[in-house]
């Protein structure tokens, strides 16, 4: 169960990143993101999946954007699913 939660928190994050226009030099901190209902644990969980992927980039050890070089592979991952 836990897996398919991961999945959805990715894409969450990202659709979340996106509406918010965190992209590049537009971050947060990773610890600000919160989804309802899903634990901590999982949430960062996910972003670090994310990171690994590339599609994440981190500032300053704690702030996280979308990687602005990712956007058009970001875009085919969310039409996708």
């Known amino acids: 169960m836990q897996k398919g939660q991961i999945d959805i928190v990715k894409r969450l994050i990202l659709r979340r990143f996106l509406n918010k226009n965190m992209i590049g030099m537009n971050y947060v901190n990773r610890q600000d993101i919160q989804v309802k209902k899903i634990g901590g644990n999982i949430v960062q969980k996910a ?34 699913s």
Do not use: V, W
């Not at 670090?48 to 991952?77: A, Q, V, W």
């Open 47 to 80: 972003i670090d999946n994310r990171i690994k992927d590339s599609f994440l980039e981190t500032h300053h050890k704690d702030c996280i954007s979308i990687n602005p070089r990712m956007l058009k592979s970001i875009g085919e991952y969310l039409e996708k």
